[in-house]
């Protein structure tokens, strides 16, 4: 494999790899929240 083959490879899937991260620790906050909110329910 050719260091412009490897290049792209990591700008192509570097742009994916980021966005997925970013809404995993977006979701991991909002579940967080939301399992707080139900041991809040429970007496």
Not at 3 to 8: A, G, H, M
Not at 22 to 43: A, D, F, T
């Amino acid at each position: 494999m050719e260091v412009n083959e490897l290049i792209n490879l990591i700008v192509n899937n570097g742009f994916a790899i980021a966005v997925a991260a970013y809404l995993l620790i977006r979701l991991e906050k909002q579940i967080s929240n939301l399992s707080s909110s139900i041991n809040k329910l429970i007496p």
